[in-house]
């Protein structure tokens, strides 16, 4: 699935992650418009955060795939403290469950959609907002038909 590049609203001001080998497929898919995960070869379980092993089978096969992009809001909160300056509030941050295995779960802010219009269960889907070389995975509301 090819993704939306976030760019706007953006905030002025972002921490950015420290982009290691181990995780650098999930902080630069975004340049290629996917979300990736590891994934074990052996039982094809998702993992995330990355890790040398799964969890499930304890095989080592893992590689590095691109999922869906969807998925769904389990649980959000609206922040309306401002903890970062340049991060203005109010702003939706969300837990939601990848569409392949709901156990894999991010932590994410939902944009382009208001805040009345947040609900649990509701379809999202990932955009992205590139920062200094980081591609940051967003969920935004997954408008396409029959969703």
Do not use: K
Request: hydrophobic content about 40%; aromatic content about 8%.
């Amino acid at each position: 699935m090819r993704s939306v590049v976030s760019t706007l609203p953006r905030p002025d001001f972002r921490v950015l992650p420290l982009v290691t080998e181990r995780n650098a497929h999930f902080w630069t898919g975004g340049a290629h418009g996917e979300l990736r995960f590891l994934r074990c070869r052996a039982c094809r379980h998702w993992i995330h955060p990355p890790s040398p092993i799964c969890a499930v089978c304890l095989s080592r096969d893992l590689a590095v795939e691109a999922a869906s992009g969807r998925a769904r809001v389990a649980s959000y909160t609206v922040n309306h403290q401002r903890w970062i300056p340049g991060f203005e509030p109010p702003y939706v941050v969300a837990l939601v469950e990848i569409e392949e295995q709901p156990s894999l779960r991010l932590t994410t802010n939902l944009v382009r959609c208001a805040l009345e219009d947040v609900r649990i269960d509701m379809p999202v889907r990932v955009c992205f907002e590139e920062r200094d070389g980081v591609w940051i995975p967003l969920f935004e509301p997954d408008t396409e038909t029959g969703r």
